[in-house]
């Protein structure tokens, strides 16, 4: 008999256990961040800025929009950083012989001032980064580096770039902590201070991200703390410089996107169904096709978004690819086969240019530089009449399906006649567009003559013309 009663009374007490650890569960997803930031006391009257790389050499005319250099941007950010500066990064790599990677070096000294005062900083990486030099110096200094095995949980890699310093201030684009980034490469971000509202959400990638650190598993269930806070049903509302907006971040891939967290290919989804007149697109590649490990398949979802668009919403489209001697020949297929859909409609509006910087590269050579790397456009953004969306990712079925990214939103109804994120980045756009470096097709020749490079890869491209 006293033995039933035990059990029976162990049981009681299991339940109330289960009952307990149940509610404080449930608590926790309302409660504060460990650092007291909530949805009431953060800080939502933010500033926005883009910042751009702009390779030597490059030349625009004189009227044309610029912005802040990243150098001074990602200065700026470490300058301000008072407590902690946490980095995602797709690479790590800062110091080279190259004369361009100056920058990357200043930065790489500022960081280790900042370990020298104590600041805290955290760095999450891609394993396959584990020999990193950069990563090792910043270790002994006193970082705490976090490795990721994303081979293990999906065949893929880390892509993330972002910044979050102070809890406050964001920086998120296509520049890596690379030297390369701040030398040959287009790049451009966004940088927003004073916004730990949006901080709130970005911190639950990061710490999602901390969480795996050198698992071999993602676990069966996340921790309501990875939960998002905002998507897009429940955008988080804000003002950047005056401008009333509405923002939310995006996470890839679906493996590591806990409850309510929107996936990049959502958030871009989202962004080109909000545009009411055009979609302007500026990747590095665009091919709609999963090529994995035993998997290569035809990934038709942003491509048929994009003919969706053009043909049942009469949205004007301009896509903007980069080229180089990389460049995957079967982009040239998709893109000819993306136009051929405007064929005989009214009102269908779609053009493609590429962005080829490969006449700068080339030149170098000629002229005896050491030049050990090619200048590349690397920008990855969406940018509409309502919306732009900043990301991680090109237009690559691979990369959206197994690799590890994050992209921001920003809606904005109503800038009045005051300058707002939009428009600066649709003017960047138009820049590039316009610019001499943009061309309709890729038929080219080039003109220098010491100009030595992969003859085969040149012979498959250079007398294409997708018009
Ligand atoms: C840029 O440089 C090229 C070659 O030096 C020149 O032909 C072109 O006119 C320049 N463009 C602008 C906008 O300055
Ligand atoms: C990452 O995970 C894969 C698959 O489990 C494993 O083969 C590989 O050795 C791991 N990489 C490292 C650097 O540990
Ligand atoms: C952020 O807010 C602080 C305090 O309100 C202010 O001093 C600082 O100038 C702001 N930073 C920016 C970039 O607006
Ligand atoms: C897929 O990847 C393999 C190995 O990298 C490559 O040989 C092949 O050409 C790729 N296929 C396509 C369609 O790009
Ligand atoms: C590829 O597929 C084969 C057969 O299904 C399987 O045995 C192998 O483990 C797979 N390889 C990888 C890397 O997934
Ligand atoms: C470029 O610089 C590197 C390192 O300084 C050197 O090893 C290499 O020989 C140089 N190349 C040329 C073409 O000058
Ligand atoms: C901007 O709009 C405000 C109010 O609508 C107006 O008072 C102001 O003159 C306008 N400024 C310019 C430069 O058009
Ligand atoms: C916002 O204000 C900052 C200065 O505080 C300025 O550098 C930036 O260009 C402004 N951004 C926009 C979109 O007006
Ligand atoms: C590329 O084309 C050139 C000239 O037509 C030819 O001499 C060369 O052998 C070709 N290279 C390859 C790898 O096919």
């Known amino acids: 008999m006293s033995q039933q009663k035990c059990i029976v009374i162990f049981a009681l007490v299991c339940c109330f256990a289960i009952l307990v650890a149940l509610i404080f569960s449930a608590v926790d997803i309302v409660g504060e961040d460990e650092d007291g930031l909530s949805e009431k006391n953060c800080q939502n009257n933010c500033r926005v800025a883009l910042v751009e790389n702009i390779p030597e050499g490059i030349n625009y005319s004189d009227s044309a929009p610029s912005h802040l250099s990243l150098f001074q941007g990602w ?24 004369p361009s990677a100056c920058q990357g070096k200043h930065l790489f000294d500022k960081l280790q001032e900042l370990l020298s005062q104590n600041i805290e900083i955290k760095l999450v990486s891609d394993i396959l980064h584990k020999e990193s030099r950069l990563l090792k110096d910043l270790r002994n200094k006193g970082a705490e580096v976090m490795y990721m095995n994303l081979t293990a949980y999906n065949d893929g890699h880390m892509l993330s770039s972002f910044w979050i310093v102070d809890k406050q ?21 966004v ?45 988080l509302t804000l003002k950047l410089n005056e401008t009333k907006s509405e923002v939310f971040v995006s996470n890839s891939p679906k493996l590591l996107c806990p409850k309510d967290r929107v996936l990049d290919i959502d958030a871009i989804f989202s962004v080109m169904d909000d545009a009411e007149q055009f979609v302007y697109i500026a990747v590095t590649d665009y091919l709609p096709i999963i090529n994995i490990t035993n998997e290569t398949r035809y990934w038709p979802y942003l491509d048929g978004k994009i003919r969706e668009a053009l043909i049942l919403r009469n949205i004007k489209v301009r896509l903007l690819i980069s080229y180089s001697k990389e460049t995957n020949p079967l982009t040239f297929n998709f893109v000819s086969s993306l136009k051929a859909i405007c064929t005989e409609v009214s009102g269908c509006s779609l053009k493609v240019k590429f962005f080829d910087l490969e006449e700068e590269s080339a030149c170098c050579f000629k002229e ?31 990369y959206f399906n197994t690799d590890a990214g994050a992209g921001l939103v920003i809606n904005q109804a109503e800038s009045g006649n005051r300058t707002s994120v939009i428009k600066q980045l ?32 040149a012979n498959k491209t250079s007398l294409r013309n997708v018009n």
Not at 75 to 98: E, P
Not at 169 to 189: C, D, F, P, R, T
Not at 198 to 224: C, E, G, H, N, T
Request: proline fraction near 2%; glycine fraction near 4%.
């Open 191 to 235: 940088i927003l201070y004073n916004c730990s509202c949006l901080v709130l959400d970005l911190q639950r990638i990061f710490a999602l991200y901390s969480s795996l650190k050198s698992k071999s598993k993602v676990p069966p269930i996340w921790s309501k703390r990875l939960y998002a806070v905002y998507n897009t049903d429940n955008k």
């Open 169 to 189: 201030h964001v920086y998120i684009g296509s520049a890596s902590l690379e030297w390369n980034s701040l030398g040959q490469m287009k790049e451009l971000g």
């Open 368 to 398: 005896q530089k050491n030049c050990s790397t090619f200048k590349l456009n690397r920008n990855k953004y969406v940018v509409t009449d309502k919306a732009v969306y900043i990301g991680n990712f090109d237009w690559v079925g691979t």
């Open 426 to 457: 649709k003017a960047v756009f138009e820049r590039d567009w316009y610019s001499h470096y943009a061309k309709s097709s890729t038929t080219k020749i080039p003109n220098c003559l010491s100009y030595k490079h992969n003859q085969a890869a």
């Open 75 to 98: 200065m700026n950010l470490l300058n301000m950083a008072k407590k902690s500066v946490d980095i995602v990064s797709s690479q790590w790599d800062l110091s080279h012989s190259h």
